[in-house]
């Protein structure tokens, strides 16, 4: 499984992104999938979730201003960003909770990740 992810960049506080993932090679079934990012000097952490089945998860600094979606025939998640803030600036990883072949075993694949940068 193979996570490709776009559409990081530079923006100015107050403006607004959309990340795009796709995932793709050998794909039996998706759980979920989500975006986490890391700052500098940061831990990694989780920033949204969507299952399949369309349920989302939002980390409380994100919660009104974060968007995610998923496309589940195109196996691809979206993260619309509003109002960014400085704050919001790390790299961003897509991931998702998936099997690769018929009675395999679920497990977290992550993509490479997208810088995203807000300019105060």
């Known amino acids: 499984v193979q996570l490709q992810a776009s559409g990081g960049g530079l923006v100015q506080a107050g403006g607004s992104l959309r990340l795009s993932c796709a995932a793709s090679?050998?794909?039996?079934?998706?759980?979920?999938m989500g975006w986490y990012r890391q700052a500098p000097g940061k831990q990694r952490e989780l920033v949204a979730t969507?299952?399949?089945?369309?349920?989302?998860n939002y980390a409380d600094s994100v919660k009104g201003r974060f968007t995610i979606s998923i496309d589940n025939a195109k196996n691809t998640v979206y993260l619309r960003m509003n109002s960014l803030k400085p704050e919001d600036t790390a790299v961003y990883y897509c991931?998702?909770?998936?099997?690769?072949?018929?009675?395999?075993?679920?497990?977290?694949?992550w993509g490479q990740g997208t810088q995203v940068t807000v300019s105060s």
């Open positions: 991931n998702t909770d998936a099997s690769p072949g018929w009675g395999l075993s679920f497990h977290d694949y």
């Open positions: 969507v299952t399949t089945g369309g349920a989302t």
């Open positions: 090679g050998s794909i039996f079934s998706i759980n979920a």
